[in-house]
Nanobody, 120 residues
Framework: QVQLVESGGGSVQAGGSLRLSCAASGYTYSDYCMGWFRQPPGKEREGVATVERDGTTTYADSVKGRFTISRDNAKNTLYLQMNSLKPEDTAMYYC??????????????WGQGTQVTVSS
């Protein structure tokens, strides 16, 4: 059974940094596209960054140059390094996985989320 568990969220002042982690289990981690998504208060869920099986990464324009997605296949863990955080980055952050490829919001498996709050 696929299980994704996020951690690393918290409260930080604008300009600060956080690193999110997503521990994966129950499947062959390296075969899956992995991604980070977020849902700001009162808004719809949106894509943040993805990393494909071959290591190719994509980012939302709003986070380019500030966030870095990475995966450690030996540890079955996905990371999101977030620097220069802004109040508009405040959201619940979710990890997602899919064996078919990168399907964005239609990803097959999701974690429960970790809250990130950025104060001005």
């Amino acid at each position: 059974q696929v299980q994704l568990v996020e951690s690393g969220g918290g409260s930080v002042q604008a300009g600060g940094s956080l690193r999110l982690s997503c521990a994966a289990s129950g499947y062959t981690y390296s075969d899956y596209c992995m991604g980070w998504f977020r849902q700001p208060p009162g808004k719809e869920r949106e894509g943040v960054a993805t990393v494909e099986r071959d290591g190719t990464t994509t980012y939302a324009d709003s986070v380019k140059g500030r966030f870095t997605i990475s995966r450690d296949n030996a540890k079955n863990t996905l990371y999101l390094q977030m620097n220069s955080l802004k109040p508009e980055d405040t959201a619940m952050y979710y990890c997602a996985a899919d064996a078919r490829g990168c399907y964005g919001l239609a990803s097959a498996y999701w974690g429960q989320g970790t809250q990130v709050t950025v104060s001005s």
